[in-house]
């Protein structure tokens, strides 16, 4: 079929892999602004986050979910059943692999998942800018053995090299469909989940090594306040430990005030207006391996 301006095609396309191959830079690049969280430490995904690209003749649904690991908790369980419960969803599954990385038995995982897919595959070669081209030539025939890709696209997410061309090959693998947002929507989650995840963000950014993935972030109050127009949100974030709490406050609040002075700034781009943010802590022992905790703070199963 020809994509013709009278053709409009559009799809569901998911994108898996190893935590910290760049899947979430890929997806704010493509959608033009940050949706899902970015940090050099690995699993930060934890939902589906579904942005929306449109042109003028397609429009393509990313799904960018948890990277693919071996679950150490209930809330580990939850996102693998998330990231495995996309590759019956979608029409088109992106493996995004790292070329600065060696294939190992992570990558034996995914593709051992891939082959009970049963939509197309698009190898997704990232970070091209870090490596010469000939160890990219390498690193994909070594991937030809493993799987039969229907495309093996390189590109560099975080310098959007050769990006446009990864959307061209998804269209023209997209049948014939609806435009299911509309055009100037980018995300189908609501903005208090993406102010969370932005607050979460910068926790992560600015604690490193101290703070392991025991952070979630709860919006206990969102609201625009008619006299000034300025939007009021109070947050919480949610610790396992009291010594956790201690370094996210900071001494003298330092660190608190940082974080939510570089979530405000996000979070003002995201909604157009500015913004008074509020911060608390709270400490909330062991709550990855709650179902009430998990259910509270936006880990809903049912809805996978």
Same mark, same amino acid.
């Given at each position: 079929?020809?994509?013709?301006?009278?053709?409009?095609?559009?799809?569901?396309?998911?994108?898996?892999?190893?935590?910290?191959?760049?899947?979430?830079?890929?997806?704010?690049?493509?959608?033009?602004?940050?949706?899902?969280?970015?940090?050099?430490?690995?699993?930060?995904?934890?939902?589906? #986050?579904?942005?929306?690209?449109?042109?003028?003749?397609?429009?393509?649904?990313?799904?960018?979910?948890?990277? $693919?690991?071996?679950?150490?908790?209930?809330?580990?369980? /939850?996102?693998?059943?998330?990231?495995?419960?996309?590759?019956? @969803?979608?029409?088109?599954?992106? %493996?995004?692999?790292?070329?600065?990385?060696? /294939?190992?038995?992570?990558?034996?995982?995914?593709?051992?998942?891939?082959?009970?897919?049963?939509?197309?595959?698009?190898?997704? #070669?990232? &970070? #091209?800018?870090?490596?010469?081209?000939?160890?990219?030539?390498?690193?994909?025939?070594?991937?030809?053995? &493993?799987?039969?890709?229907?495309?093996?696209?390189?590109?560099?997410?975080? @310098?959007?090299?050769?990006?446009?061309?990864?959307? @061209?090959? $998804?269209?023209?693998?997209?049948?014939?469909?609806?435009?299911?947002?509309?055009?100037?929507?980018?995300?189908?989650?609501?903005?208090?989940?993406?102010?969370?995840?932005?607050?979460?963000?910068?926790?992560?950014?600015?604690?490193?090594?101290?703070?392991?993935?025991?952070?979630?972030?709860? $919006?206990?109050?969102?609201?625009?306040?008619?006299?000034?127009?300025?939007?009021?949100?109070?947050?919480?974030?949610?610790?396992?430990?009291?010594?956790?709490?201690?370094?996210? $406050?900071?001494?003298?609040?330092?660190?608190?005030?940082?974080?939510?002075?570089?979530?405000?700034?996000?979070?003002?781009?995201?909604?157009?207006?500015?913004?008074?943010? @509020?911060?608390?802590?709270?400490?909330?022992?062991?709550?990855?391996? &709650?179902?009430?905790?998990?259910?509270? %703070?936006?880990?809903?199963?049912?809805? %996978?």
């Amino acid at each position: 079929m020809n994509n013709q301006a009278n053709v409009f095609k559009s799809g569901f396309v998911s994108i898996i892999g190893r935590p910290n191959v760049g899947k979430s830079t890929l997806i704010n690049h493509v959608i033009g602004q940050k949706i899902a969280i970015m940090s050099d430490k690995a699993q930060t995904t934890r939902n589906k #986050i579904q942005g929306v690209y449109t042109s003028n003749d397609s429009q393509i649904v990313f799904i960018d979910t948890p990277g $693919i690991h071996k679950p150490k908790h209930k809330l580990g369980d /939850f996102m693998m059943k998330v990231a495995q419960n996309t590759l019956r @969803e979608v029409d088109l599954v992106l %493996y995004v692999i790292d070329a600065t990385e060696r /294939f190992g038995p992570g990558e034996e995982y995914i593709i051992e998942r891939l082959k009970e897919a049963s939509a197309k595959v698009f190898l997704v #070669i990232n &970070k #091209i800018d870090q490596i010469e081209p000939e160890k990219v030539m390498r690193v994909i025939d070594e991937y030809h053995t &493993k799987y039969p890709f229907e495309e093996v696209i390189p590109i560099s997410a975080l @310098e959007g090299n050769n990006v446009p061309t990864l959307l @061209e090959q $998804i269209t023209k693998y997209l049948d014939e469909g609806p435009q299911y947002y509309p055009s100037d929507q980018v995300t189908d989650h609501p903005e208090r989940f993406v102010v969370a995840e932005l607050i979460r963000e910068k926790v992560l950014h600015l604690t490193r090594e101290e703070i392991p993935h025991s952070v979630a972030v709860n $919006i206990e109050q969102m609201k625009k306040r008619e006299s000034n127009e300025t939007v009021y949100i109070g947050a919480t974030v949610i610790v396992e430990r009291s010594s956790q709490k201690g370094i996210i $406050i900071g001494k003298h609040g330092s660190m608190l005030k940082e974080v939510g002075k570089r979530a405000r700034a996000d979070i003002e781009s995201l909604l157009g207006s500015k913004v008074f943010l @509020e911060l608390w802590v709270k400490v909330q022992k062991d709550w990855r391996n &709650k179902a009430s905790h998990l259910q509270e %703070y936006g880990f809903k199963e049912d809805e %996978y």
